[in-house]
């Protein structure tokens, strides 16, 4: 799993948000060094996620809904990519046609069910004001 453009961004909007202030997405972009086209696609998911509302009018714009130190790398990542596998064996309702030919289970989704729940662990340790570093407390 790779941390995509996309996900970067959505750290540094998060970051622009953390005064709790309501911001202008045009702000927030030239503030953060993102282009715009990204940031609305970005702030749409991260309000179905619920961690930004968006207020409309002359003072409108956006502001962050959830404490970031609630919010862990994990959260975020499948806020603006969705749930991502190592595999596809590993998605839910996967069929594995080598299993069904063998009638035994499969040893390679075993072992990859285990690196999944490593790598879902180890991105749940990490919270966002961590990753801005607004929390300098030890890990």
Known sequence: MLITREADYAIRL??????????????????????????????????????????????????????????????????????????????PGYECTWEQKKGRKCTVCGQLAEIQKKMDRELETYTLMQMIGGDSAER
Not at 73 to 82: F, I, R
């Open 14 to 91: 998060l970051r622009g948000l953390t005064d709790g202030e309501i911001h202008p997405v045009k702000s927030l972009c030239e503030t953060e060094e993102i282009p715009w086209k990204f940031a609305y696609k970005i702030l749409k998911k991260l309000k179905d996620a619920g961690m930004v509302e968006s207020l409309s009018g002359v003072r409108g714009g956006c502001r962050l809904k959830k404490d970031l130190n609630d919010v862990t790398l994990l959260d975020l990542l499948t806020a603006t990519e969705g749930r991502q596998y190592v595999n596809n064996c590993l998605k």
